[in-house]
């Protein structure tokens, strides 16, 4: 039985693929198994696995009918035998000293996992850069280098990278969470992460690099493609697990705040042949949670968000509104009350029956916009 099991799902990767399995066969700690899960590639990422797998022994194929990543992944975890687990990206790369650091501190300090800090490579611009949510310096901050669980975090808890490559795991913890990775989803990290860190009771965070993430135009959460709807769904079995492990009443307030920033943050990226049902999508949701707990929660800047939602008739006017309010707010114009009151009194009721929007229904967007600045 090896000490580590590396689990791989791949997907068209083989522009990648060759150095990122080197990087894993050549880790200065090699008693591990490499558990590569093909995705229904349709390039030559199959016949790259297969030969790696007849030149070393420790690479082990899979190939699946395509069904995307978090599938892919769930499938690598039945076929682990190690003690421990690293899951590991097809196109990135992890530094060769890596498992012969994390192993001996797993076992040392008993962890249910381990975190480290990873760089970014701009494909295109051939760059290196760094990013708040790889480097999480706010948890560093906080635990330095002791043993935390979730509690000793705080707040801080959301500015987790919920990525699995990120982290190094007792197989046996994970065995016992049941955690799983959302299938059929582009975000099927966050299922997995917010499952796991309620239950891990040893974590240890390691504030050095050991993982450089390829960036690139095309990558599947930066291609705004009509997956991003899916957002929503995840969030909401976000607020599930934490229902589940008893935590919504200690996070209740920054979840719900995050909810309507992680939705609106998949909106904007996504491309406008898709908007329409984004928004369709969106506005269910949020009508559901008008004038309950959830809105009364949310700060000043996402309660706008979330009510030009509801009120919008369309994907048009909602991004409209949000446009005249952001030039307002960057313009710092300021509106007297009086004026206002004259403004709303004079549109009452113009909304009923609009369908579509432009900037020349000037009146109308000031009505909601200003109606939520001044608050």
């Known amino acids: 039985m090896p000490k580590i099991s590396v689990v791989m799902p791949v997907y ?13 066969l050549n880790q200065t700690f090699d008693d591990l198994e490499l558990i590569c ?5 349709t390039d030559s990422s199959l016949e790259i696995l297969q030969k790696f797998s007849n030149d070393d022994k420790r690479v082990r194929v899979f190939s699946l009918n395509h069904q995307g990543g978090g599938n892919a992944r769930n499938y690598g975890l039945k076929q682990v035998t ?5 899951l590991m990206d097809a196109d990135d790369i992890l530094y060769s000293n890596a498992f012969e650091d994390f192993y001996p501190v797993c076992e040392e300090k008993d962890l249910d996992f381990l975190v480290f800090k990873a760089t970014n490579y701009g494909v295109e611009k051939d760059h290196y850069f760094e990013t708040g949510y790889q480097n999480m310096s706010s948890i560093s901050n906080i635990v330095k280098d002791n ?19 990120c982290k190094f795991y007792n197989w046996e913890f994970i065995k016992n969470s049941g955690a799983q990775f959302r299938e059929n989803s582009k975000f099927h990290d966050n299922q997995f992460f917010w499952d796991i860190i309620f239950q891990a009771k040893r974590i240890l965070f390691v504030d050095e690099f050991y993982y450089t993430r390829k960036r690139y135009s095309e990558s599947l959460t930066s291609s705004g493609d009509k997956g991003h709807i899916d957002i929503i769904g995840v969030v909401n079995d976000i ?3 934490f229902i589940k492990h008893g935590q919504l009443d200690n996070y209740k307030s920054k979840l719900y705040n995050y909810k309507i920033r992680w939705i609106t943050d998949r909106y904007n990226q996504i491309q406008e042949k898709y908007k329409e049902l984004f928004f369709i999508e969106m506005k269910k949701d949020y009508e559901k949670l008008k ?4 809105e009364n929660m949310l700060n000043e800047d996402l309660k706008f968000i979330f009510n030009n939602v509801i009120l919008s008739s369309d994907y048009k006017e909602f991004d409209s509104i949000n446009d005249y309010c952001d030039r307002k707010k960057k313009n710092n114009i300021q509106i007297a009350d009086k004026k206002l009151e ?3 009194s004079r549109i009452k009721g113009e909304r009923t029956g609009i369908k579509k929007i432009a ?3 000037f009146q109308k967007i000031k009505k909601i916009c200003k109606k939520w600045l001044k608050k």
């Open 37 to 41: 899960v093909d995705d229904g590639s």
């Open 359 to 361: 900037f020349k229904s």
């Open 82 to 86: 190690g003690e421990y687990l690293y």
């Open 291 to 294: 004038n309950t707990e959830f």
């Open 147 to 165: 043993v935390f669980d979730y509690k000793d975090l705080g707040d801080a808890l959301f500015d987790f990278n919920v990525s699995p490559w």
């Open 342 to 344: 004259k403004k709303i």
């Open 239 to 241: 607020i599930k697990l």
């Open 12 to 24: 068209n990767a083989e522009r990648f693929l060759n150095e990122s399995i080197d990087s894993i």
